[in-house]
């Protein structure tokens, strides 16, 4: 069983700065990799930052320097701390994990629920 629950979301003013929280309730499964990827109304989903199990990290061009993913492994938990933060960073932020069964050496994709983040102008 997976289950990521997010939270961190908010209004903020643009310039401003946010720190969102996903927390991975995990059995049986192994942890190959985390991330947060974003939705804006009437826009595809699309990826903002990841990190894998040994701390590799990759990032969106359009957040570089901006924002910083981070993780802990023995809480099962990643971050993403987001600072000078644009009206276009207006969406919906999900948590991803992709994990490996105990019984099999497939790779399976799971989401949060998403957590909302406003920056107004």
């Known amino acids: 069983q997976v289950q990521l629950v997010e939270s961190g979301g908010g209004l903020v003013l643009a310039g401003g700065s946010l720190r969102l929280s996903c927390v991975a309730s995990?059995?049986?499964?192994?942890?190959?990799?985390m991330g947060w990827y974003r939705q804006a109304p009437g826009k595809q989903r699309e990826l903002v930052a990841g990190i894998t199990s040994d701390g590799t990290t990759n990032y969106a061009e359009f957040v570089q320097g901006r924002f910083t993913i981070s993780r802990d492994n023995t809480k099962n938990t990643v971050y993403l701390q987001m600072n000078g933060l644009k009206s276009e960073d207006t969406a919906v932020y999900y948590c991803?994990?992709?994990?490996?069964?105990?019984?099999?050496?497939?790779?399976?994709?799971?989401w949060g629920q998403g957590t909302q983040v406003t920056v107004s102008s």
């Open positions: 995990i059995t049986f499964f192994t942890i190959k990799s």
């Open positions: 991803h994990t992709a994990v490996s069964p105990s019984w099999d050496s497939g790779t399976y994709n799971y």
